[in-house]
């Protein structure tokens, strides 16, 4: 994949937990639910079908406010890459006005961790800009640690 | 799949051709040439990665002009169903501005011939009214019958 720095944001780090655990989390709405919004902001439900297509539905409680997110998966290939998206609700029905399409990737650190690139693209240099002020880089490296922290707590 | 009238056109035929033989000529850029957009105007060229995030781009000649589509396959079950789209071209790379996303659906119909719906989503009522307008039925009709044509042309 060829990035664009105009439109997409994206960082690679390497994180201690072995990369089918990490997926698993990333699958699994009862673990979504430890990691996938920076704390004290958290999801309060999460539905999941993951196949191509299938819905990637969420819903954030911030600050007392309920925010529903509803996406499908467009990529899924077990413990390797996961790519999900705002442009679509099931059945392929196109939303109005997408935000986002991300991109996680998963590799082997060769040392038992886990090398996660996660990838956000954009339709416009406007919307990457307004995600990077939003806070890209320090909300999604706080979910990387939260998922870290989580999946190492799995395996205690 | 539940269609949203105000957001999305579609239409049923019978075919008097194979099913599998339909999806070999829309999944192919040989036999894409022959049938994509209503005559005159033509394709002058096609490439098709035919997996789930391939790239499926066209050039139209209309009237003299080059119009390049860039657009990839969302959903692809062999002889059953082909989802493609404008809003991603390779690599799930956003467009700005998409246009919609096409749906369709080949079945047996009991006599050696094929129930045929092709479903065009869009993000807007307004993106839906405009390609009504555009001729959505006509063209798409057209489609559908240089294809039942060409497809017979080659069991002949």
């Given at each position: 994949m060829i990035l664009d720095p105009k439109t997409d944001l994206s960082f690679t780090r390497t994180l201690a937990a072995p990369r089918q655990l990490l997926w698993e989390c990333w699958t699994t709405p009862a673990h979504i639910k430890h990691f996938f919004v920076p704390r004290p902001h958290s999801v309060s439900s999460c539905e999941i079908d993951l196949r191509v297509g299938g819905r990637f539905n969420t819903t954030f409680n911030v600050e007392g406010n309920e925010m529903q997110n509803l996406g499908?998966?467009?990529?899924?290939?077990?413990?390797?890459?996961?790519?999900?998206?705002?442009?679509?609700?099931?059945?392929?029905?196109?939303?109005?006005?997408?935000?986002?399409?991300?991109?996680?990737?998963?590799?082997?650190?060769?040392?038992?961790?886990?090398?996660?690139?996660?990838?956000?693209?954009?339709?416009?240099a406007e919307a990457k800009e307004q995600h990077e002020q939003m806070g890209f880089?320090?909300?999604?490296?706080?979910?990387?640690?939260?998922?870290?922290?989580?999946?190492?707590?799995?395996?205690?």
């Open positions: 499908v998966y467009l990529e899924v290939i077990e413990g390797e890459k996961l790519v999900f998206t705002d442009a679509y609700s099931e059945g392929w029905k196109p939303a109005a006005d997408p935000f986002m399409t991300a991109i996680l990737e998963f590799a082997d650190d060769g040392a038992g961790g886990t090398r996660y690139t996660a990838t956000a693209r954009h339709r416009s880089f320090d909300g999604w490296g706080t979910v990387a640690t939260q998922l870290e922290d989580y999946a190492k707590s799995l395996v205690r």
